[in-house]
């Protein structure tokens, strides 16, 4: 490993001033944050705000113009097991004969080099991986029959079964009713924490992640600010990303972020106007495309 590529407090994830352009856009400028394990991070922004962007930065599927990716001290490979993804949305067949043993199973022989994992030995990982995401009740159902909610839960232990040390998560609440959304957030907090990973989470909204979030990725103008959520959840901190004041205000337990005459109980709408690049927002010109 060279000097450059280590970390100075042991973070599994660090990113240092990643910028990244796409179809001649300036989508993130000079981004920094990093995460330890244990951390349980909302990745916080309104659309568009570039948090797939940053989630296809860090699996390494999307070379930033300037700045770099460490995962555990290193840089990524293409084909490294210590980050595991969760997308938004997976379409299964509810006809495909694939239980969700099955779907977990496939996770322990993605990139796998060397002798198969005998058959016992490998129904014992499922089985205590379904144990841990409460999914072992289904463990034998079909995998399109399952809930969104229930889906969940065996696409987090088909991530989870290689034993990555960072587990990135698309969106998971978009699709889930409030109460299975708080399941899988609670979950995922006590996934983090047990397993002493850490768990990066994109989410519109912060609200259902804010009684466990260790730490906020907020996300806003190509640009972010990180740390833990009374850090970086302030009317002065998000005014600065943002550009031009808002307020953070809470209210019967909630944080509304309000910009000019907009209330929302989401991220406040992406600054600056549709079609004006956000390299222009910041004074600074990007490079090329990627
Ligand atoms: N391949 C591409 N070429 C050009 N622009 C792109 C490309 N991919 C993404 N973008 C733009 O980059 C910006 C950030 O997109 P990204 O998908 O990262 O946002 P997001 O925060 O994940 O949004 P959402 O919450 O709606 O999924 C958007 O304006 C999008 O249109």
């Known amino acids: 490993m060279s000097g450059d590529e280590t970390t100075l407090r042991g973070d599994v994830l660090a990113l240092?001033?990643?910028?990244?352009?796409l179809g001649g856009r300036q989508i993130l400028d000079e981004v920094s944050f990093?995460?330890?394990?244990?951390?349980?991070?909302?990745?916080?922004?309104?659309?568009?705000?570039?948090?797939?962007?940053i989630l296809r930065i860090i699996m390494g599927l999307q070379e930033p113009?300037?700045?770099?990716?460490?995962?555990?001290?290193?840089?990524?490979?293409?084909?490294?097991?210590?980050v595991g993804y969760v997308p938004q949305k997976v379409l299964i067949d509810p006809d495909a004969p694939l239980r969700a043993r099955d779907l977990v199973a496939l996770g322990l022989d993605g990139e796998r080099v060397g002798p198969r994992i005998p058959s016992r030995r490998r129904r014992q990982l499922v089985d205590e991986m379904l144990e841990a995401v409460d999914a072992a009740r289904f463990a034998d159902a079909r995998v399109g029959n399952l809930s969104g909610g229930e889906q969940q839960r065996v696409l987090i232990a088909h991530a989870l079964i290689s034993r990555p040390r960072l587990l990135l998560m698309d969106e998971p609440l978009a699709?889930?009713?409030?109460?299975?959304?708080q399941?899988?957030?609670?979950?995922?907090?006590?996934?983090?924490?047990?397993?002493?990973?850490?768990?990066?989470l994109?989410?519109?909204?912060?609200?259902?992640?804010?009684?466990?979030?260790?730490?906020?990725?907020?996300?806003?103008?190509?640009?972010?600010?990180?740390?833990?959520?009374?850090?970086?959840?302030?009317t002065e901190v998000l005014s600065k990303l943002y550009g031009h004041p808002v307020n953070v205000l809470r209210v019967d337990g909630r944080v509304l972020v309000v910009s000019g005459s907009d209330v929302s109980l989401e991220a406040v709408p992406r600054q600056p106007q549709p079609g004006r690049p956000a390299a222009e927002a910041t004074g600074r010109r990007g490079g090329g495309d990627v």
């Open 16 to 21: 240092e001033g990643v910028s990244v352009w």
């Open 34 to 53: 990093t995460l330890a394990p244990g951390d349980f991070a909302g990745l916080i922004g309104s659309n568009g705000a570039g948090k797939t962007t």
């Open 65 to 82: 113009a300037e700045g770099k990716v460490l995962v555990d001290g290193r840089r990524l490979g293409r084909r490294n097991r210590s």
């Open 175 to 181: 699709n889930l009713d409030i109460r299975s959304g």
């Open 183 to 200: 399941e899988i957030v609670d979950l995922l907090a006590r996934i983090a924490c047990e397993q002493h990973i850490a768990v990066l």
């Open 202 to 234: 994109s989410a519109h909204d912060m609200n259902p992640l804010l009684p466990v979030m260790d730490r906020v990725v907020y996300v806003a103008g190509g640009r972010v600010a990180a740390g833990t959520t009374n850090e970086v959840v302030r």
